[in-house]
Every structure is written in structure tokens, then in C-alpha cells.
């Protein structure tokens, strides 16, 4: 089954409407018709069974069959502070983390970005993170759209992002490794992990962060991109929180 993103706006009752790209692709792409049976998800945590009941220019109206919870919803609430990468690599690592189902992403500007935010150009950048988020979000049903916070500055995002129950700051000379007990056995249910750029952090960094409550770990012996440790790390995370197999205790 093909399955589209809807706005929640555009859900009233059992009509949805698709529109604009979405639209254009199952009927042109696609060559869906009248009848044709489809998948919808909202990226707010539900999935609906429809059907095309009419199909006008640039706009599409379905019939809703069923609507369930969607099934892709990790157990944990994972944030991703990364600090700000080349154009490239940040457009794979949001399909990536939007695959995993971290729920939100925050750009950092760090001491040793080689990457800064150019003014006229975060605009047109987040507007296509979000497309690639929503692609993704169609892709592996997971549920929830990831949210893409502002870029931060490292000092703004040690005094603002203080909610999470666990924070980690991956680095490579840090003297621990991620265990089992950052995330107390798997009871944590929001944990915030933050990555440097291709730079890394540096020590003055890492310092102010242990400082401000952080967890200071590293991901291994070997030295990894920063795209690569942003996967890694979140998915480390969710397996000790139990939503990639390891079964957490609970009390």
C-alpha cells in the first residue's frame, strides 16, 4: 500500500485532503485513481486506511476507512543536538535519525564547526530538512514527524535544554563509555544526546558541559565521522531504553 503524508489540519471527520506535492505525485507518479486504496500519516501519531473519492487539480479528497495509532513510536523520547555539518551530510543524517525515530534535532554552532548558518540560507535549509523528514516519515511509518528545532549556540543549549531526564555529550576523549546505567537500566524515558561537528568538540567544551550536568561518554576506541556517531549513538540509546530489543527493567 502507497502510503502520503497529511496535514492534521486537512483530517476533519472521514475526509482528508492531500495537496500540492503529495497530490501531484500519486496522480501523475503513481497514476492513482478513484478507489484506489492508500496509506495515510499525519506525524502526529496516527495512521489512517483511505480511499480517492475525488481527484482535482492540484488537490486530492479520500474517504477514511480506518484510522489506528501508528506503530512506529519509540518507548524512549530521544533528542539530537549535532553540531552543524556540511549541507550534505546533514540532509543524511536527518533521513537517518527521522528512520530511528529520534523525536527531535537540534544544529549546534560549536567552537570547530566547519559549517556555520549563513544568513538568507536556514530558511530554505529547514524547509528542506523537513521535506526529507517527511519522505522518511512516509518511508518507515514511524509515527511522529521529527521535530527540527533553531540552531543553538553550545552556551545556549547547555542553559535551555535542561528537561531531558538523561543528557549525554559524546566525545572521543571522554574516559567512560555509554552503559546501561546512563539511562538507569532503561527507566529513562527522555534522554538528550549531543554530538560535535566534523571538528569535534573541544575541551573547553566538553568541560562546561560536564560542568552544566552533562554526561561526558565516548562511543568506542575508534575515531568515527559525525554522522556516523550521531547514528550510533542514537541507536545505542534507544537499545538500552528497550526500542531496538533489549528488554528494560522496570520497576
Known amino acids: 500500500m502507497r502510503y502520503f503524508y497529511v496535514d492534521p489540519s486537512a483530517v476533519e471527520g472521514a475526509l482528508a485532503v492531500i495537496e500540492g506535492a503529495e497530490a501531484a505525485h500519486a496522480r501523475h507518479v503513481l497514476r492513482l485513481s478513484r478507489g484506489s486504496e492508500v496509506g495515510l500519516v499525519d506525524g502526529c501519531g496516527f495512521e489512517y486506511r483511505a480511499v480517492i473519492d475525488r481527484m482535482l487539480p492540484g488537490r486530492i479528497e479520500l474517504q477514511i476507512r480506518e484510522k489506528i495509532p501508528a506503530a512506529g513510536i519509540p518507548s524512549l523520547r530521544l533528542g539530537l543536538a549535532q553540531g552543524w555539518l556540511k549541507e550534505k551530510k546533514m540532509d543524511r543524517l536527518v533521513r537517518t535519525l527521522s528512520e530511528l525515530g529520534v523525536a527531535r534535532l537540534i544544529p549546534l554552532v560549536c567552537a570547530r564547526a566547519v559549517v556555520k548558518p549563513a544568513a538568507g540560507r536556514d530558511a530554505f535549509r529547514f524547509e528542506r530538512w523537513r521535506r526529507i523528514a517527511v519522505e522518511a516519515l512516509k518511508q518507515c511509518r514511524r509515527g511522529v514527524l521529527l521535530e527540527i528545532g533553531e540552531g543553538l549556540r553550545f552556551e545556549r543549549l547547555l542553559a535551555a535544554e535542561t528537561a531531558w531526564e538523561a543528557r549525554i555529550l559524546f566525545w ?66 534507544q537499545h538500552l531504553a528497550g526500542d531496538l530489543g533489549a528488554t528494560p527493567k522496570r520497576s
Open 172 to 237: 572521543e576523549e571522554a574516559s567512560e563509555p555509554l552503559s546501561a546505567a546512563d539511562v538507569r537500566g532503561g527507566e529513562v524515558t527522555s534522554a538528550l544526546a549531543v554530538l560535535g561537528p566534523e571538528g569535534g568538540f573541544s575541551r573547553e567544551e566538553a568541560e562546561r558541559a560536564a560542568a552544566a550536568g552533562f554526561l561526558l561518554r565516548r562511543l568506542g576506541p575508534r575515531v568515527l565521522r559525525a554522522e556516523t556517531a550521531a547514528a550510533a549513538a542514537a541507536a545505542l540509546l
